[in-house]
Nanobody, 121 residues
């Protein structure tokens, strides 16, 4: 059974930083692409960033240059470093383990419980 456990969320002021973590188990992590998604209140879940097995990264246009996704295969953990946070980044952030096809992430079936990020003064 795949388990994904997100952590690191919290309340931060605009312009601040946070680093999210997602610990994976039940998956061959070093052979699995990973991604972060987020869902704001009354909005659909949206893709944020993804990283392939070989370390290729992709970002949504609205976070590129501010967010950095990385992975530690030994720790079976994927990270999302977020800087210059804006109020519109407020959402529940989820990680997902999936595949990689034609340079893009393909989401899998399993999701974590999410971690709340609130950007507010």
């Amino acid at each position: 059974q795949v388990q994904l456990v997100e952590s690191g969320g919290g309340l931060v002021q605009p312009g601040g930083s946070l680093r999210l973590s997602c610990a994976a188990s039940g998956v061959d992590f070093s052979r699995t692409a990973m991604a972060w998604y987020r869902q704001a209140p009354e909005k659909q879940r949206e893709w944020v960033a993804s990283i392939s097995v070989s370390g290729v990264t992709n970002y949504a246009d609205n976070v590129r240059g501010r967010f950095t996704i990385s992975r530690d295969n030994a720790e079976k953990t994927v990270y999302l470093q977020m800087i210059s946070l804006k109020p519109e980044d407020t959402a529940v952030y989820y990680c997902n383990s999936g595949g990689w096809t034609r340079g893009s992430f393909v989401p899998g079936r399993f999701w974590g419980q999410g971690t709340q990020v609130t950007v507010s003064s």
